[in-house]
């Protein structure tokens, strides 16, 4: 694991997901004297992990630079930023809805800039980051934003930005829809009088354990007819999930809503 690491890590920003992020890294072997965050509270954020409240007048060579704020703070960043970058400077962005034009127009120093999509579960190691850079960026470049990302999870890169915000809205935002589905499940079954704790263990174990099974094995919905015995209760349940696509649509639509979110972002509201 330790090729991956960049000589140096500068953070801007380091809050619920850069800080899963850094924590896996740290987890794999990075040296916590290779990071400096920056964040304007100043918040420690690991033993030995340098955090500022400024930014330093220059960026130790071969710096990879991470931005992690929130996207709407990418002028106020770039202007105090942009002027540190320098052509051996690999800028990864994991701002939703942040073109890679528009950040190359923002660090136009920087030797190479990638995006990338992580998810909240690369703090176990067990997230997924999609990636994202076009022909301008060099091989080079690619090569250590992918290792650098290869302990969080499952990298997919993307071959067009075009899908960027669809990605997003299904691995980036995914986490917080199952995490309303393992909620909802246990609600629901609070609902047909199961006792609340017991009801939200036992949604939380099943979740847990099918999603196991489903990694590990084939197709979902081959395994949802072995829990469907013909004539039996799951049958019935899954007949009110396929009624209309009506599960199908409501993901759809949620997908959707998220992505048309990323796009307008993207035009600047
Ligand atoms: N949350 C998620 O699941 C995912 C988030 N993202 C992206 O990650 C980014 C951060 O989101 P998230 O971690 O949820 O947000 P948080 O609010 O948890 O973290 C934001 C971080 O930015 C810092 N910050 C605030 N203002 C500035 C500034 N002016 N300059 C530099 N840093 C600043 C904050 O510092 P301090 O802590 O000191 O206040 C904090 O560390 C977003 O761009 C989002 O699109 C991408 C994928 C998934
Ligand atoms: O909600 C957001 O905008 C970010 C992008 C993916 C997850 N969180």
């Known amino acids: 694991m330790a090729t991956g690491w960049p000589p140096h890590l500068f953070l801007v920003g380091c809050g619920n997901m850069a800080g899963q992020m850094l924590h896996r890294w740290l987890a794999c072997g990075l040296d916590p004297d290779r990071v400096t965050i920056l964040r304007p509270s100043g918040r420690p954020v690991a033993d030995g992990v340098r955090v500022v409240t400024a930014y330093p007048d220059a960026l130790p060579q071969g710096t990879t630079v991470m931005l992690g704020m929130k996207p709407h703070q990418i002028a106020d960043v770039a202007e105090q930023l942009a002027p540190l970058c320098t052509t051996d400077t690999v800028m990864l962005s994991i701002l939703a809805g942040t073109t890679l034009a528009d950040l190359r127009a923002r660090f136009p120093s920087a030797r190479d800039v990638v995006r990338a999509m992580p998810n909240l579960p690369v703090g176990i190691g067990?997230?997924?980051?999609?990636?994202?850079?076009?022909?301008?960026?060099?091989?080079?470049?690619?090569?250590?934003?992918?290792?650098?990302?290869?302990?969080?999870g499952l990298c997919e890169w993307i071959a067009d930005e075009a899908l960027f915000n669809r990605v997003t809205a299904l691995s980036g935002c995914g986490?917080?829809?199952?995490?309303?589905?393992?909620?909802?499940?246990?609600?629901?079954?609070?609902?047909?009088?199961?006792?609340?704790?017991?009801?939200?263990?036992?949604?939380?174990?099943?979740?847990?354990?099918?999603?196991?099974?489903?990694?590990?094995?084939?197709?979902?919905?081959?395994?949802?007819?072995?829990?469907?015995?013909?004539?039996?209760?799951?049958?019935e349940g899954l007949n009110v999930l396929d009624a209309d696509d009506r599960l199908l649509t409501l993901l759809t639509d949620t997908l959707e809503a998220a992505r048309d979110r990323g796009e307008a972002m993207a035009r600047g509201h």
Do not use: H, K
């Open 126 to 152: 067990q997230g997924v980051v999609a990636l994202y850079t076009d022909e301008q960026a060099s091989s080079a470049g690619r090569t250590e934003a992918g290792a650098l990302m290869a302990p969080l």
């Open 175 to 235: 986490p917080a829809f199952l995490f309303r589905f393992i909620d909802a499940l246990a609600r629901a079954g609070e609902a047909i009088g199961i006792p609340p704790e017991q009801a939200a263990r036992m949604a939380m174990a099943t979740v847990q354990g099918a999603a196991t099974m489903a990694a590990a094995q084939e197709n979902p919905a081959t395994l949802a007819d072995q829990v469907a015995s013909p004539g039996g209760m799951t049958r």
